[in-house]
């Protein structure tokens, strides 16, 4: 049946299935490691700055993987990046009295490598497999693999959670190491060659974007997932722990559930923002929806103050903006595949992504430090004022959406 299937659809697929199990093995490592050190008497600082490599390297990784998939091809860079991660699980299961403090930052600077590689190939890959003038169904193509990743990224902290439980930390990295082999093994051999490769040599002056649209985008992604991380990374698992008292099954069942209905309405986005009439969406629907987000968070962050039914408050005021941030990520994925150039979107995309790394390495480092300091509800306030950022700066995307733009030789 698989062969029977149109070229491009089978790559589309084979592309998503690779992500799906990256993803899931991201998400359980990230919650592994929150709660197993947690449980170890760190610190919530100290906890992000394990965290501090994965977040920085992805910044420089989504910058040269795009410039990189250019010159060797989609496929090189998406399998790269599974075999990183593969080496970084099986050193994160060592033995304990291994697991020193620079071997785990270095292991979770390897991690952000390959997570990295693996998004950007993935997300990039789809410009090649959509024709330029289906603008709406590239808009549900981006939104389904971004949504089915983040259900499975929630789906990942709940198997983290369990999987600390059951099998202990070093089985759990072994165990997530052993099938990712199998994943690259079938992706090696049936992934296509050259794809999303640019037709000429990419250069190294090409490295950062020269178009406005994106520039503007790339800022406001940085803004929006900062806003997400402040308090979410570190501060919220934390939080459900120490001050909830949620053992760790409870606590990465919650973020599980969370993540999960993220992800799908990430899927859904086009029918939330165009419905019927298939409309695509530009500066309007992102400025809107970054406002909405806003507003939901300056609402959670003075219940949470008050402490006002703190756990009622916490859950369904989480859920809420969970909601509107899926729109708002959603949107933005879309944007930036559909701005990029046809001639090296892998390129245009990097640059975005590296971006949207800034953000999570900025929101990473605030979370532990804020939440030390301050509390989960210092947290939300830092994340409204970047929220409102994010307004400011979509205000310079273009009103309507013009499609790719040439990328200059220069």
Same mark, same amino acid.
């Given at each position: 049946?698989?062969?029977?299937?149109?070229?491009?659809?089978?790559?589309?697929?084979?592309?998503?299935?690779?992500?799906?199990?990256?993803?899931?093995?991201?998400?359980?490592?990230?919650m592994?490691?929150?709660?197993?050190?947690?449980?170890l008497?760190?610190?919530?600082?100290?906890?992000?700055?394990?965290?501090?490599?994965?977040?920085?390297?992805?910044?420089?990784?989504?910058?040269?993987?795009?410039?990189?998939?250019?010159?060797?091809?989609?496929?090189?860079?998406?399998?790269?990046?599974?075999?990183?991660?593969?080496?970084?699980?099986?050193?994160l299961?060592?033995?304990?009295?291994?697991?020193?403090?620079?071997?785990?930052?270095?292991?979770?600077?390897?991690?952000?490598?390959?997570?990295?590689?693996?998004?950007?190939?993935?997300?990039?890959?789809?410009?090649?497999?959509?024709?330029?003038?289906?603008?709406?169904?590239?808009?549900?193509?981006?939104?389904?693999?971004?949504g089915?990743?983040?259900?499975?990224?929630?789906?990942g902290?709940?198997?983290?959670?369990?999987?600390?439980? #059951? @099998?202990?930390?070093?089985?759990?990295? %072994? &165990?997530m190491?052993?099938? $990712?082999?199998?994943? /690259?093994?079938? =992706? *090696?051999?049936?992934?296509?060659?050259?794809l999303?490769?640019?037709?000429?040599?990419?250069?190294?002056?090409?490295l950062?974007?020269?178009?406005?649209?994106?520039?503007?985008?790339?800022?406001?992604?940085?803004?929006?997932?900062?806003?997400r991380?402040?308090?979410?990374?570190v501060?919220?698992?934390?939080?459900?722990?120490?001050?909830?008292?949620?053992?760790?099954?409870?606590?990465?069942?919650?973020?599980?559930?969370?993540?999960?209905?993220?992800?799908?309405?990430?899927?859904?986005?086009?029918?939330?923002?165009?419905g019927?009439?298939?409309?695509?969406?530009?500066?309007?629907?992102?400025?809107?929806?970054?406002? #909405? @987000?806003?507003m939901?968070?300056?609402? %959670? &962050?003075?219940?949470?103050? $008050?402490?006002?039914? /703190?756990?009622? =408050? *916490?859950?369904?005021?989480?859920?809420?903006?969970?909601?509107?941030?899926a729109?708002?990520?959603?949107?933005?994925?879309?944007?930036?595949?559909s701005?990029?150039?046809?001639?090296?979107?892998?390129?245009?995309?990097?640059?975005?992504?590296?971006?949207?790394?800034?953000?999570?390495?900025?929101?990473?480092?605030?979370?532990?430090?804020?939440?030390?300091?301050a509390?989960?509800?210092?947290c939300?306030?830092?994340?409204?004022?970047?929220?409102?950022?994010?307004?400011?700066?979509?205000?310079?995307?273009?009103?309507?959406?013009?499609?790719?733009?040439?990328?200059?030789?220069?």
């Amino acid at each position: 049946m698989f062969n029977s299937l149109p070229t491009s659809l089978k790559q589309y697929l084979l592309v998503t299935f690779n992500y799906w199990n990256f993803t899931i093995t991201d998400g359980a490592l990230r919650m592994l490691v929150v709660l197993y050190f947690h449980q170890l008497g760190y610190s919530a600082f100290a906890i992000a700055m394990l965290f501090l490599f994965y977040e920085f390297f992805g910044v420089v990784t989504n910058l040269l993987g795009g410039w990189l998939g250019a010159r060797i091809g989609l496929n090189h860079t998406m399998n790269i990046g599974l075999a990183m991660q593969i080496v970084a699980l099986l050193a994160l299961g060592l033995p304990s009295q291994y697991l020193s403090i620079p071997l785990v930052m270095a292991v979770q600077a390897l991690s952000g490598i390959a997570k990295d590689l693996n998004k950007m190939s993935a997300k990039s890959s789809i410009k090649a497999l959509v024709q330029s003038e289906q603008q709406h169904s590239l808009y549900k193509w981006v939104a389904l693999l971004t949504g089915s990743k983040n259900a499975l990224k929630g789906f990942g902290f709940f198997l983290g959670g369990a999987l600390l439980k #059951l @099998l202990g930390f070093q089985l759990s990295m %072994l &165990a997530m190491a052993g099938v $990712l082999a199998l994943v /690259l093994m079938l =992706s *090696l051999k049936l992934l296509a060659k050259d794809l999303g490769k640019a037709k000429t040599k990419a250069k190294f002056s090409q490295l950062f974007s020269k178009s406005r649209q994106i520039n503007v985008l790339a800022s406001a992604r940085l803004f929006l997932f900062a806003a997400r991380d402040v308090w979410f990374v570190v501060a919220l698992p934390v939080f459900l722990s120490a001050q909830l008292n949620w053992d760790h099954l409870q606590t990465g069942g919650f973020m599980a559930c969370w993540v999960v209905a993220y992800g799908i309405v990430q899927a859904l986005a086009p029918a939330i923002t165009g419905g019927k009439s298939k409309v695509i969406p530009g500066r309007n629907a992102a400025v809107g929806w970054a406002l #909405l @987000l806003s507003m939901v968070t300056v609402i %959670l &962050a003075y219940l949470v103050q $008050l402490q006002w039914q /703190l756990s009622y =408050s *916490l859950i369904i005021g989480l859920l809420l903006f969970g909601f509107v941030f899926a729109i708002n990520s959603s949107l933005h994925s879309f944007l930036v595949v559909s701005y990029a150039s046809e001639e090296g979107v892998s390129m245009d995309v990097g640059f975005y992504y590296m971006a949207n790394a800034m953000g999570r390495l900025l929101g990473t480092v605030l979370s532990g430090w804020v939440f030390q300091q301050a509390g989960l509800s210092a947290c939300l306030w830092v994340s409204f004022a970047m929220l409102l950022g994010t307004s400011l700066i979509s205000l310079a995307l273009p009103q309507q959406n013009q499609g790719p733009i040439a990328r200059s030789e220069s």
